[in-house]
T-cell receptor, first 112, second 112 residues
């Protein structure tokens, strides 16, 4: 089944404790991205990647890192999480930018 | 710069009534336009998209949207609402650049 898989689905952590949210897609898509969803703000892009080893900042990259060592994986790294990073995070992939994006189920992160 | 405005953060209609969710965009070049739906505790899934060609686009679950260049609009409609349509809906625009811009979302409630 074609899908984007994020893990974990739910995470509660403490300020400053490094964490990684994994994202994997099995559709051989070149384009992958991370979004955060906050009430009233819709989805805002954090980082995106147009291919292996090619990543760039989105609208809200501060406090986040990504890597794209393999085509299928695009992990999101929070080196030192802060409470303002409490949010719902989505990973998405698509063959190219202007085609349908496939979204993961989301990761609800709470930083206390 | 491209942007998306969804009018109305919350829309409530009676079951069987017309659904109209409004979306206006700004774009300096012909845009690609999308509507996504998000059910509770799930990721986003594509309802429909406009790329080129016919301006009336039909999507899944009986939804359709019309691209009106002169009004820079891409409103989503459904003739008869069903209880299962209750969800959050996002309009999005892409200019073929590096990202897709999402609107802030409209929550659709259906009254019995």
């Amino acid at each position: 089944e074609a899908q984007v898989t994020q893990n974990p689905r739910y995470l509660i952590t403490v300020t400053g404790k490094k964490l990684t949210v994994t994202c994997s897609q099995n559709m051989n898509h070149e384009y992958m991205s991370w979004y955060r969803q906050d009430p009233g703000l819709g989805l805002r892009q954090i980082y995106y990647s147009m291919n292996v080893e090619v990543t760039d900042k989105g609208d809200v990259p501060e406090g986040y890192k990504v890597s794209r060592k393999e085509k299928r994986n695009f992990p999101l790294i929070l080196e030192s999480p802060s409470p303002n990073q409490t949010s719902l995070y989505f990973c998405a992939s698509s063959p190219t930018l202007n085609t349908e994006a496939f979204f993961g189920q989301g990761t609800r992160l709470t930083v206390v | 710069a491209q942007s998306v405005t969804q009018l109305g953060s919350h829309v409530s209609v009676s079951e069987g009534a017309l659904v109209l969710l409004r979306c206006n965009y700004s774009s300096s070049v012909p845009p690609y336009l999308f509507w996504y739906v998000q059910y509770p505790n799930q990721g986003l899934q594509l309802l429909l998209k406009y790329t080129t060609g016919a301006t009336l686009v039909k999507g899944i679950n009986g939804f359709e949207a019309e691209f009106k260049k002169s009004e820079t609009s891409f409103h989503l409609t459904k003739p008869s609402a069903h209880m299962s349509d209750a969800a959050e809906y996002f309009c999005a625009v892409s200019e073929g650049a590096s990202k897709i811009i999402f609107g802030s979302g409209t929550r659709l409630s259906i009254r019995p």
